[in-house]
């Protein structure tokens, strides 16, 4: 069974930096894409970042590229989210996702595609 955990969330003040980390069990990260969203109440979940399984292409939604940053590291089984200048929109529930379908150098921004997901971390942004 595919679990996920993310930690790293917390309270920030505009314009600070948080790093968001997503283990995941056995081979889960190397074999899977791997994406971060986020949700606020009464919202979607909106779809942040993704990376692929061979950590040869990344994917941004508009509003977080040149901020967010997303990436791995296969010995730790581990995908983070570096969050720089971070602003009061950005407050939401951050979670990691799997998704098993894309093939190499390959992922995507659709929610549906992604069949496993973990708890999620909160993360506030306010002065």
């Known amino acids: 069974q595919v679990q996920l955990e993310e930690s790293g969330g917390g309270l920030a003040q505009p314009g600070d930096s948080l790093s968001l980390s997503c283990v995941g069990s056995g081979r889960t990260v190397l074999s899977h894409a791997m994406g971060w969203f986020r949700q606020v109440p009464g919202r979607e979940r909106q779809f942040l970042a993704a990376i692929s399984w061979d950590g040869g292409k990344t994917l941004y939604e508009d509003s977080v590229k040149g901020r967010f940053t997303i990436s791995k590291n296969d010995p730790r089984k581990t995908v983070y989210l570096q969050m720089n200048s971070l602003k009061p929109e950005d407050t939401a529930v951050y979670y990691c996702?799997?998704?098993?379908?894309?093939?190499?150098?390959?992922?995507?921004?659709?929610?549906?595609?992604?069949?496993?997901w973990g708890q999620g971390t909160q993360v506030t942004v306010s002065s």
């Open positions: 996702a799997a998704e098993p379908y894309s093939g190499l150098k390959q992922v995507t921004n659709i929610t549906d595609r992604y069949n496993y």
